[in-house]
């Protein structure tokens, strides 16, 4: 394996958290109190004209942007493990830092479970009070009716206390293994975690996908796509593969990582990035609306009309535009991923317009009286009108607490151990690592 870069230093200040990143830990501590606190006040006051209703979804976009993040981590962990790959080692810490995070989201998830108590869960998922959904569209109900040995309650907590042990699980696995090595050097432990990742990978995308028709799907639950949950997977590739840039390149303008990560590091992320949070992203995106479009069947149209009325068609335009053409022009050269500067910019747009797709797939309505018109025109005209209310402040206090408490539990982790893996066997192809 050959040695070390000789400009690499591989022990003390230089793979440590710089003591000024707890300055920025304490700051995400304020950020996510003022966000989630300030937040709920607007919900529970109806401030800024928010509904219930909006409030509960723009919660549930916020929850799933940190979860993203998290998943996407988890992702870029196994995998490399599950290639036995050797150039990310340099840079597997922060997103094995963000991964841990999955071992607490859960605690964001209870206010969902706590609506549930109250018996007023159905101001996110409809389907959660089939009586009021009979009442109100009674065409939707004969189409859930059918759907109520998955889509009840018992089933729902029983799936999500699934989806959060396994991550939790997997993120512990994987990170505590890591740590290990840190200490005793023990190659057995990289082909532990080789093995390991195979069996990781097919829980990681039956949880995801399963996760991802739970809570976004059912949304609209007449409604259904087969290819919602690998849609949903880029999403997590998008956020995580951004955020973890975004870690990398902060960490080494403080000072750490000096001579470890290099430009080199830079590019493969930013291919990564660039590969599943845009190119295939937009291809899963189009095969989803071509099929549907294609296949022209009533119970699926309905859900990209109710995205293409009022202020939502322009919306939809604008999302295409921000997750797709702007970023795979703009990150096409290499030399775009290898600058710091310009590779952090391009990750900070990516995580704006995941935010941009969450809201879009999780804030629209689609009309009860959808079944009603005979020609496009008709229901366009109606719904004319329809806004968006993206610039509702609430959206952003939500989705800033969020942030805040997932980079408060990132700096918390990476303040404890090493910015490497630092007796990990693949440390050595990592520090000589060059793109072709």
């Not at 599950?82 to 840079?91: H, K």
């Not at 069996?199 to 799907?217: E, Q, R, V």
């Not at 109606?382 to 700096?411: C, I, M, Q, R, S």
């Amino acid at each position: 394996m050959g040695h070390p870069s000789t400009h690499a230093d591989i022990s003390g200040k230089n793979i440590e958290l710089p003591a000024v990143a707890l300055n920025f830990r304490k700051l995400a501590i304020g950020l996510a109190v003022i966000g989630l606190g300030g937040g709920a006040a607007v919900g529970y006051t109806g401030a800024f004209g928010t509904t219930a209703h909006h409030f509960w979804h723009s919660y549930l976009i916020a929850f799933l942007f940190g979860l993203t993040m998290c998943l996407g981590g988890l992702f870029f962990v196994f995998v490399q493990h599950l290639v036995r790959a050797g150039w990310s080692v340099a840079v597997r810490r922060p997103a094995e830092a963000l991964a841990a995070n999955l071992r607490w989201i859960w605690i964001l998830f209870v206010p969902f479970a706590v609506l549930w108590f109250m018996g007023k869960a159905n101001v996110v998922w409809i389907w959660a009070d089939m009586e009021t959904l009979k009442a109100n569209n009674e065409a939707e109900w004969t189409i859930v009716v059918a759907k109520t040995g998955f889509l009840n309650p018992t089933f729902f907590w029983i799936r999500a206390l699934v989806y959060f042990a396994t991550w939790a699980i997997l993120a512990s696995f994987f990170f505590k293994n890591s740590i290990a090595q840190d200490e005793s050097g023990d190659r057995s432990l990289s082909s532990k975690m080789g093995k390991w990742a195979g069996p990781s990978a097919i829980l990681f995308g039956l949880t995801t996908s399963a996760a991802a028709f739970d809570w976004i799907m059912s949304l609209s639950p007449a409604w259904f796509s087969t290819m919602f949950g690998v849609y949903f997977f880029c999403g997590c590739a998008t956020a995580g593969f951004a955020t973890m840039i975004l870690i990398t390149v902060r960490l080494t303008h403080l000072g750490a990582l000096k001579g470890i990560v290099t430009r080199e590091h830079f590019q493969d992320m930013g291919k990564l990035m660039w590969a599943f949070g845009i190119v295939f992203w937009a291809y899963i995106a189009f095969s989803q609306y071509m099929l549907i479009w294609y296949a022209n069947i009533p119970e699926e149209t309905g859900w990209f009309l109710a995205r293409q009325v009022g202020e939502w068609g322009p919306f939809s335009f604008a999302l295409i535009a921000g997750h797709f053409v702007v970023p795979f022009l703009a990150l096409l050269s290499k030399w775009m991923k290898r600058a710091p500067l310009t590779l952090a910019i391009g990750a900070v747009w990516m995580l704006c317009f995941h935010y941009v797709d969450l809201y879009w797939l999780i804030m629209p309505e689609v009309p009860s009286d959808l079944g009603n018109f005979s020609k496009y025109a008709e229901m366009s005209a109606k719904y004319a009108d329809e806004a968006t209310h993206f610039t509702n402040p609430v959206n952003f206090l939500l989705v800033f607490g969020v942030v805040g408490a997932v980079a408060a539990g990132t700096l918390g982790t990476l303040s404890r151990v090493s910015l490497l893996p630092k007796k990990d066997p693949r440390l050595n192809e990592s520090l000589r690592f060059e793109n072709m």
